[in-house]
């Protein structure tokens, strides 16, 4: 039973780390999203064309970047919701659960 408690423990420490890397993946889509709009709001104050466009191609390349961590941040949630059962515990399938439960009466069947 110890095995199991020890794999419930560590499935429950990687989503939690997994939801750790989801927020910090959507703060940083949201910096690059803050950063294009400073990039857009300085092109429209340049009045030099070269620098408008350089302003203007930062600001496409950060919305990008945007996008990308927004991207990888959706496909971790989904794997944090794919090992997590409805109240938040993760997910034991049942080839395991009986596996364990076989063990527990084995070790309480020697024991007594």
């Known amino acids: ?3 199991a408690h020890d794999e419930g423990e560590t499935l429950r420490a990687l ?5 750790e890397l ?7 889509g949201q910096n690059a999203y803050t950063l ?3 990039f857009l709001e300085n092109a429209q104050r340049q009045q030099d064309q070269k620098t408008r466009a350089f ?13 990308i961590w927004y991207e990888i941040a959706g496909l ?3 794997l944090v919701k794919k090992y997590q059962q409805d109240d ?3 997910i034991i399938d049942a080839q395991e659960r009986i596996r364990l ?6 070790k309480q069947e020697t024991a007594g």
């Not at 989503?15 to 939801?19: C, F, K, M, P, R």
């Not at 989801?22 to 940083?28: M, N, T, V």
């Open 76 to 78: 971790v949630e989904k």
């Open 101 to 106: 439960e076989e063990e527990q009466r084995g």
């Open 88 to 90: 938040g515990e993760p």
């Open 22 to 28: 989801a927020e910090y993946l959507q703060g940083r």
């Open 55 to 67: 302003d203007e191609q930062q600001a496409r390349m950060l919305d990008y970047q945007r996008y």
């Open 15 to 19: 989503l939690a780390d997994l939801n």
């Open 36 to 38: 294009a709009q400073r």
């Open 1 to 3: 039973m110890a095995e």
